[in-house]
Each structure stands twice: as C-alpha cells, then as structure tokens.
C-alpha cells in the first residue's frame, strides 16, 4: 500500500490522458488549449503498465481526466485497460460530457464504472458564457443515458461563480431532486492563469454548505475511495448534494490520491511546486521501479496546499493535470 509520512493511504490515482480540451471555461482555458501537447501523451502500451504498478502498489480506483478525456480516440480501450488490470475495482471519468450520448454505452461495455460530468449552469445561454460552448441540451441528454444504463454513480460537478451560476442554487436542487446523481459545487481554485477572474468571481461553499443544512439535508458517510466531496442526502430528493471545499480547514487530512499527468509526471498534489517524471520507467513491463519510485517519492508529499497563502505550484490550470 502506497504510505505517505503522514500515515495518509493512496488508493486512488487519477490519470489525466490528454492536456488538450475543447471547452474554454473562463476559469481554466479561456484562450483554448496548446494543441502542441498531444504528441507528449502517454500511449496506451504506457498506460497499461503504470496502472499495473499502481494496481500492484494498492490502488483500487483509476479516474481518468484531462484536458477533455473524450478526445482521444482510444478512450473506449483506455477504460477497458484500467478495468481489466488485476486489482482495480472502480474505473470513473470526469468529461465535459459533449461525447457522452453517443459514447456513454460503449464506455459502459468496456467496463466504465462511474461519470463525472461538468455543468456549471443549467441555462444554456450562462453554460455558453461560462464554456464557450452550446451543446448543454445533448449533455443533458447524456447524463439521462448514463443514469439509464445503470452506472454505478452518475455526478455532476458545478464550479460555485459569483456573477454566474452561484444565483442558481434553486436550479440545481430542482435538478437533484427528480434525477439521481450526486452534485457537487465545487469551490474555484486559483491557479496560476486566472488570478483576476478567481478574485472576481470566487465564492465560499459554506454559504451553501448552511443553506443545505437549514434545509434538512444530512451529511452522508464516506468510502475509503472516495473523492474530496462532502455529500449531503434529503429524503425529498433523488439526489444528493455535495462541496468540494479545498480552502476549508483539514482538507488535505484524509487526502486519499496521486495524480499523473498526460505526459507521464506524478503530481502528489494538484498545487505542487514539483513535479516527477516517470515516464521512463514505463518503457518495459516491469512494474516493481515504478512502485519503488512511487514509494520514495511519496516520503516527500507535504501535509497540505498552500493554496491559502495564494501560492499554487506549477499549476497554470487544471486542464493540466485534471481537477
Ligand atoms: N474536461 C473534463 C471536465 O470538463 O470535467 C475534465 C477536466 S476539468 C479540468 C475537471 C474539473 O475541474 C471540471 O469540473 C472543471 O470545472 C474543474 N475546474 C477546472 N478549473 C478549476 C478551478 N480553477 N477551480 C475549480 N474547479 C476547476
């Protein structure tokens, strides 16, 4: 098992496969994405042996992200890569969603476990603000594929916006309580791109966090695997709510997952100043050098971000490395 020195366990790696993205959400890629990074991405051959070394080394769950992880056209075989390597239990993706009704079955087949989607507005012309994009009617329709198909979890992730959707609340309850998905705000970051927009636009998840528990919602228990969201459950509602609150004190306590990038680096946090390659420890099929490089460099893993005193690593945005 993959041990820190803080005693923290990491069971949970997720995987960014591409940097590349073709939303411009105005927090994280206004200007679209540098298209130069595609040549850099881990080949399938790479992603299969450094999932069989996490998987070797404890890991039991693989999310896949980016960039926009629906862009590679080997996605379908990707999922059903991590799926069939000894050990992992769960495969997840975090999408855009604009592949998702027409690929969500195929992705299910290959043994796709879970999705989540982002959508931080339900009005199309705020979606299109925020994105830069205008296909939020099939997204929707997605997630209704996904929830039909009978995935394991279906979740939705909203970034809190003052100024855009943070009016919205009653709109996303609306939503939660016919639908059956688990949906997140999650808190904007700041990154090293978008300093102006965060200080305009950031806003607190315990404003909602209050609102959830004057209203009766209960905060729910966790699974060892389980994200960084708080998830709160009502008996009115299908859904469930849930923050993800990375200013909140302790946040990195029970901090649970390593991140590589689509260039092969490990990130032991999205706000590391540092980061390791191992790509080329995946050129052969023996999964022990990665382990050990796994079980070093973890010894170096800091208690916690530094994100309150405004200092956020090498990270420029989360297209990076996944958010
Ligand atoms: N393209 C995929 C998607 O849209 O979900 C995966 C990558 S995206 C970077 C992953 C998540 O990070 C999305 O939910 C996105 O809204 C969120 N995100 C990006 N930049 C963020 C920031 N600065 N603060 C908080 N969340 C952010």
Known sequence: MLTDRYERRFRYLRLSITESCNFKC??????????????????????????????QAGTEKVRITGGEPALRRDLTEIIAACKNTP?????????????????????????????????????????????????????????????????????????????YNFAEYNTFLDYVKFHPVSLRFIELMLTGDNRDYYKHH????????????????????????????????????????????PYSKDFCNDCNRLRISSRGQLFMCLFASQHQDLRHLLQDDAPEPVIQFLQDTLQGKEASHHLHEEFTGSTRHLAMIGG
């Open 87 to 163: 050990g992992i239990k769960e495969v997840a993706i975090t999408t855009n969603g604009y592949r998702l009704e027409r690929d969500i079955e195929a992705w299910r087949d290959a043994g796709l476990d879970a999705v989540n989607v982002s959508v931080d507005s339900f009005n199309p012309g705020t979606f299109q603000l925020i994105t830069g994009d205008s296909r939020l009617p099939s997204i929707l329709r997605g997630i209704d594929k996904a929830i039909a198909l009978g995935l394991k979890r279906v979740k939705i992730n909203a970034v809190l916006l003052r100024g």
């Open 202 to 245: 950031h806003v607190g998840g315990d404003v909602i966090q209050r609102k959830l528990l004057q209203e009766g919602w209960e905060s729910t228990r966790k699974g060892i695997t389980a994200g960084p969201a708080l998830e709160y459950q009502h008996p009115d509602y299908a859904g469930k709510m849930g923050l993800i609150m």
């Open 26 to 55: 105005d927090y994280c890629l206004p200007d679209g994405p540098d298209c130069s990074s595609r040549r850099h991405e881990l080949t399938l051959a790479e992603i299969k042996r450094l999932v069989r070394a996490f998987a």
